[in-house]
């Protein structure tokens, strides 16, 4: 059972191979299970890259088993018409396309198992373009911000720098006032003179003004200090809106890039298997001598092509007969004097109803 069904596999006529030795069978056999296998790995190989796409189980499988149904009927395709010839150049000739076919499959192939069979080390290359990916995004959000919060940081420290000035100011007409009472200054006379009393009503007037001052750019600090806020905490809702989509940065282009950054040679070498699975049935049938399966279906090929020709032949010869017969039979009637005279009758009433209908044709147009 199995080996009919891997001969089904390898395309041969199954009423022929019937025939053949059990040797011949086998060869067959395994030639459609080399078949079968290869499509099992391109199922397996398209459901995994599809389901890095699409994320789901079910539909992953069903195409991917649509998938496996196509590279299976391109390679039983490939397998059966690759005919032996009498020249080995002709054979090779004609093996040429079908190896370039049997190329390209293989790297469709191998490639999405390149992907499961090194998915640690392409998550570790994803995961350090993710960090890196981060930071860029941190950076470049920062930089929508930074402007607007050291310039409203800036206006802060303005503000304080107000208050630190005006302090100063009144420091020293405290300092000065005091010193007029005490007689180090000024007028150098001890008490609480007329001098004294408007030094010390500058100073209350500057203390008034510097309270004033305080509140205002208390306030105004206190608000621009709430805006630097509420812009640091766009930044972070900025970030944190844009995290998903660097996090969900593993789809089936960006572990393809990954795995080209990893070392080429393991990979090759995956290639290579997967190259000479592929070509596996085509060398061999390449490679082999002609087999008893090969000489019957060339002696039936033959005998189809050689009826086919006789009943051209036959078809040409009785084409050929009947041109002659109609070239005789028309020749004879042309020496009747019967035939002659009714057609020159027939050509003759023709002649006047011609004549009749363009006289009508003149009456009416005039």
Not at 119 to 137: A, G, H, R, S, Y
Request: one cysteine or more; proline letters at 2%; aromatic letters at 10%.
């Amino acid at each position: 059972m199995l080996k009919q069904f891997f001969l089904i596999c390898s395309g041969v006529d199954l009423q022929l191979i019937k025939d053949c030795s059990n040797g011949e069978q086998n060869k067959y056999a395994g030639i459609g299970a080399t078949v079968f296998f290869t499509a099992l790995m391109a199922t397996i190989a398209c459901s995994y890259a599809l389901f890095t796409v699409f994320d789901n189980l079910y539909t992953s499988i069903f195409f991917g088993f649509l998938w496996g149904l196509l590279i299976f009927n391109l390679d039983r395709f490939i397998v059966s018409t690759i005919k032996k010839r009498d020249s080995k150049r002709q054979e090779v000739l004609q093996v040429i396309p079908r190896l370039l076919l049997a190329l390209i499959i293989a790297v469709v192939i191998s490639k999405p198992l390149e992907l499961k069979i090194f998915e640690k080390e392409i998550n570790q290359v994803l995961l350090t373009e993710k960090n890196q990916m981060t930071l860029d995004n941190k950076t470049q959000i920062a930089q929508q911000f930074t402007p607007e919060i050291t310039k409203t940081k800036a206006e802060i420290e303005t503000l304080k720098n107000e208050v630190v000035t005006k302090q100063k100011e009144t420091d020293a007409l405290y300092e000065t006032y005091i010193a007029e009472a005490e007689g180090r200054k000024g007028t150098k006379l001890l008490g609480k003179g007329p001098v004294y009393k408007e030094k010390r009503e500058k100073h209350d007037a500057a203390l008034a003004e510097l309270n004033q001052l305080k509140k205002v750019n208390s306030d105004k600090i206190t608000q621009k200090e709430s805006t630097i806020a509420s812009l640091l905490e766009k930044q972070k809702l900025t970030e944190t809106q844009t995290q998903p989509i660097i996090s969900s940065f593993d789809g089936l282009m960006a572990r393809i890039n990954a795995l080209n950054k990893l070392p080429w040679l393991p990979s090759f070498f995956i290639f290579l298997l997967f190259l000479a699975i592929e070509t596996a049935p085509i060398f061999s049938k390449l490679i082999s001598s002609k087999g008893e399966y090969d000489f019957k279906l060339e002696n039936q090929e033959s005998l189809v092509r050689t009826w086919i020709q006789q009943q051209v032949h036959q078809r040409e010869a009785v084409l050929q007969t009947d041109i002659d017969l109609n070239n005789k039979v028309y020749s004879d009637l042309k020496t009747e004097e019967e035939l002659y005279n009714y057609k020159q009758k027939m050509a003759r009433n023709l002649l006047k109803l011609q004549a009749d209908s363009f006289y009508k044709n003149q009456q009416e147009i005039l």
